[in-house]
């Protein structure tokens, strides 16, 4: 090899050895990894744990009442605890730092489930968990776009990366959980911890607000109505959908790991499912541009919460097979529904109201359908045994998806009638 070369390979080494050193890596032409990193590591530590949960309740000796009471927690501080964590992100500026705190309370929490047992003692760390855990996405998820909107990244490429992370945590979890149930909240703390380091690497650059002088000149604020956040009635039939087909997915996801226990089954066949779930995914994220082309967001959602109740049917066939066939679903009930109420609040809210629009949506997603479904699930099976309650669930998702299409039906006739007369 000539000097030449030798001094421009070992010039090359020295690059990337003070890129290693110093946490970056091409000059900051790629740092959208970093956030590709953050989202992953995100799900990866939460499909650690939270698969399971349910199913390490019941083994504890839980009833399906107290796990619902339980499972709603988290939805519940979610309404009147995240918030404050975005008020205080906003008033001081530090979105990094906030992001990096309810990191860490998340890790020290999970810490804390194997230190006891019993309902009261689940209740308070519940609370505790909640209290941090609800924020680690709505905060990753501003910085997120914040970043890939000023430097025109697609966020399916960023999103993806939780997917793909979370299939492969989930599926690889399961077997280590049949010895020790209780090393699953070890494995989230470990996956927070590590998040931690991720976190402080985030570009700072994405977490610049708009200046005052950008929202005036933002030429669609102009026509804004006082007080609105949408730019019509439609949200009122998107904000049911989510509400409903959330009823489902919690419903679904909180009491699947207890189906799967009293069918015989064990964590393993839980971490299977999930990675199933989780992988069904994939082919959305990379085609969601494209069906955003061809469908609307209200005939999307109508669709998701069909094969929503089609979903839970399935899960009642009792055999590994049913299972699968379930879990498949995901991609059509979970991520057409994020993707579609997403992009609907990102064109059909007033620029400066579009933060809000996201609250409101998480709001009745995360905060009031995920509490229904927990709830009146626990309540149900507790009355009627779990294999009925998954029957009743599906009929309840259908008569109000019935009810939905119906009345955006009308609203549809009556926004036409109004326009031509």
């Known amino acids: 090899m000539a000097k030449g070369e030798v001094s421009a390979l070992s010039g090359k080494l020295g690059n990337i050895g003070r890129r290693i050193r110093t946490y970056e890596w091409d000059d900051g032409d790629h740092r959208w990894l970093w956030l590709l990193a953050v989202n992953s590591m995100i799900y990866m530590a939460s499909a650690a744990y939270s698969p399971y949960l349910s199913l390490y309740y019941k083994q504890q000796g839980i009833s399906s009442l107290e796990i619902g009471t339980l499972l709603s927690i988290g939805p519940v501080v979610s309404i009147c605890i995240q918030p404050l964590w975005g008020i205080f992100s906003d008033l001081t500026g530090r979105r990094k730092l906030t992001l990096g705190i309810v990191v860490l309370g998340t890790a020290a929490v999970l810490v804390g489930y194997r230190l006891g047992t019993g309902f009261g003692f689940f209740f308070l760390l519940s609370i505790l968990l909640s209290t941090f855990s609800t924020s680690i996405v709505p905060l990753s998820d501003a910085l997120t776009l914040e970043y890939a909107n000023r430097h025109s990244i697609n966020y399916a490429r960023i999103r993806i990366g939780g997917t793909i992370g979370y299939s492969i945590v989930v599926l690889a979890v399961g077997g ?20 931690f380091f991720l976190v402080l690497k985030i570009p700072v650059e994405g977490v610049r607000s708009r200046s005052k002088k950008e929202r005036q000149t933002d030429g669609a604020s102009h026509d804004k109505k006082p007080g609105h956040i949408f730019v019509d009635h439609s949200f009122i039939f998107i904000l049911l959908c989510s ?5 489902g997915m919690s419903f679904n996801g909180n009491f699947m790991g207890v189906y799967i226990g009293e069918m015989g089954y064990d964590q393993q066949l839980v971490g299977v499912a999930n990675f199933i779930s989780a992988a069904s995914e994939i082919p959305i ?6 069906i955003m082309k061809r469908f609307s967001a209200i005939q999307i959602l109508l669709f998701s919460c069909v094969m929503m109740a089609v979903r839970m049917v399935l899960l009642t066939g009792e055999s590994v ?3 699968v ?11 057409t529904t994020y993707y579609s109420c997403v992009m609907f609040i990102s064109r059909n809210t007033y620029p400066d109201k579009r933060s809000q ?10 905060g009031f359908g995920s509490v229904a479904g927990s709830l009146l699930g626990g309540a149900v099976i507790d009355q009627l045994g ?11 998702v259908l008569v109000m ?17 109004k326009a031509a007369g």
């Open 386 to 396: 779990i294999r009925v309650s998954y029957w009743a669930m599906s009929a309840f």
């Open 401 to 417: 998806t019935a009810a939905a299409a119906a009345g955006y039906l009308i609203f549809k006739k009556r926004t036409s009638q």
């Open 325 to 335: 066939a379930s879990q498949l679903l995901q991609s059509v009930t979970y991520m």
């Open 176 to 195: 280590f959980l049949k010895a020790d149930p209780s090393m699953a909240f070890l494995f989230g703390a470990v996956g927070y911890l590590l998040l």
């Open 285 to 290: 994220l990379l085609a969601a541009g494209w």
């Open 243 to 247: 509400f409903v087909i959330q009823v």
């Open 357 to 366: 629009g996201q609250s409101l949506l998480a709001m009745v997603q995360g």
């Open 321 to 323: 097979g049913f299972v």
